[in-house]
């Protein structure tokens, strides 16, 4: 019987453990039509098998990791994966041959010094590569600040180094459905997104640490800090804007200290889910509890946010109305106070901070015209926003204010029918 297709190499943060709390994130549109799958951060590629398996109408599928050892890999498995077989093979019936650990362990060294050092072709890199990944201490990819593989000797007794059927399985599928195998930065992939058509981006970016010293997170030498994961957030708006569907998987720092709102402020126009995993990452047992992560999506539409009304003046000028339908609102250039052109710059600004600043409702006059605040109504639309608090303003302050008040005032006349 077939083998079903799935990671080649153990990856750490691998995805196999969540894939049933993963497939009830998914969007719902995905099971209607066609869709294009992207992958920015493959890794192992747990999620990437489980969807190639799941989702025939898959159109098109793009993957993407940083590594570019790892993305050789899958080329090759992709390209030649009998070549492949054959050196593993090779490499298997001589490690087998060796019965004593501390030989084993000098083979080990011997490849690794191979994998680091030496001129290789692509096919030979990936057969130690996944030779090294069935030896290694944990089965962990980690690279040194010069970029070499550095992780020392596992203690496997006969661990299966050529999975003949499994990788016959995996290039099946990356070929059945062309997948394009990119290396690269994440941001690249934006460029992937078929306009016309349905987009659904998986994120699995290397994880927040918890705390300084749990976690780990330097699959390459590159690290992935705070501020990458900000740079993760403009990505995800951008994807948004073009209307691409998301999932992102990151670590919950609530685990460790509840008032770490880290990614629930970074993320704060998007849905978040926690649900409970059992990381292993930790390579002391003890420490392996479960823990929750998060998941973050732009689909669960959240349509509505709250103002908050900080201005006890506010009754004086008009009502507060709440949750008013955005597509009620009108702008007239000539009804705004200060008629000035919509910045996208300063709109971006409003969506990212808003949960710092607060959510102002805003100004409109009795036919629900802008008369202040076209930029967070540009914002609330940006944020998919269905409902939105508006002020109210009465005529009579509108008369009364320096700006346009000559044609308040004629609303004014008429509405009163005073001359
Ligand atoms: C959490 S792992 C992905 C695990 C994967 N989902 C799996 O099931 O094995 C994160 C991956 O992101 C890659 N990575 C790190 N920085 C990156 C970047 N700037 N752009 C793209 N990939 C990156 C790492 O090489 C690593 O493979």
């Known amino acids: ?182 290396c690269g930065d994440f941001v690249e992939t934006a460029s992937k997104v078929d306009e016309k058509g349905l987009n659904f981006f998986y994120l699995d970016p290397p994880y927040r640490p918890l705390s300084s010293t749990s976690s780990f997170n330097s699959y390459v030498k590159e690290v992935f800090d705070d501020g990458e994961q900000n740079r993760l957030r403009y990505f995800c708006h951008e994807i948004n804007q073009k209307k691409s569907l998301f999932l992102l998987s990151n670590s919950d720092p609530h685990n460790i200290n509840p008032n770490d709102n880290f990614f629930d402020e970074l993320y704060a126009n998007y849905h978040i889910s926690r649900i409970s995993a059992n990381r292993s990452v930790n390579s002391n047992a003890s420490k392996r509890g479960k823990i929750n992560e998060l998941l973050i999506d732009n689909f669960y539409h959240v349509n509505y946010i709250p103002s908050i009304v900080i201005y006890d003046s506010y009754s004086l000028l008009g009502n507060i109305e709440r949750k008013v339908d955005l597509g009620k609102i009108t702008i007239d250039k000539k009804r705004l106070s200060y008629a000035n052109p919509i910045y996208s710059d300063t709109v971006d600004n409003i969506v990212y901070n808003f949960h710092i600043e607060g959510w102002l409702p805003i100004w409109v006059d009795d036919d629900y015209c802008i008369r202040d605040g076209q930029h967070r109504y540009a914002a609330a639309k940006q944020m998919g926003l269905k409902y939105i608090d508006v002020l109210k303003l009465n005529y009579e302050t509108l008369a009364n204010e320096k700006y346009n008040s000559k044609y308040y005032k004629s609303k004014l006349k008429e509405k009163y029918l005073i001359s």
């Open 1 to 182: 019987m077939k083998s079903i297709a799935k990671p080649f190499v153990k990856w750490v943060g691998g995805k196999g453990q969540l894939l049933n709390q993963l497939e009830n994130h998914i969007p719902k549109d995905i099971y209607e039509q066609e869709f294009t799958y992207i992958e920015p951060f493959v890794g192992g590629g747990a999620m990437l098998f489980f969807m190639l398996q799941k989702f025939p109408n898959i159109k098109r599928a793009v993957i993407n990791d940083i590594n570019q050892n790892l993305i050789d890999a899958y080329i090759n498995i992709k390209e030649n994966a009998e070549g492949l077989v054959y050196r593993l093979k090779h490499i298997e019936r001589q490690y087998s041959s060796i019965t004593d650990y501390e030989k084993q362990k000098t083979f080990y060294l011997e490849m690794r010094r191979k994998f680091n050092e030496e001129k290789l072709t692509s096919i030979d890199k990936t057969a130690i590569l996944i030779f090294l990944n069935r030896t290694c201490f944990n089965g962990l990819y980690r690279e040194n600040s010069k970029g070499k593989f550095n992780v020392p000797f596992g203690k496997y007794t006969n661990p299966t180094i050529c999975n003949e059927e499994l990788i016959y399985a995996d290039s099946e599928l990356l070929n059945q459905f062309d997948v394009e195998i990119l």
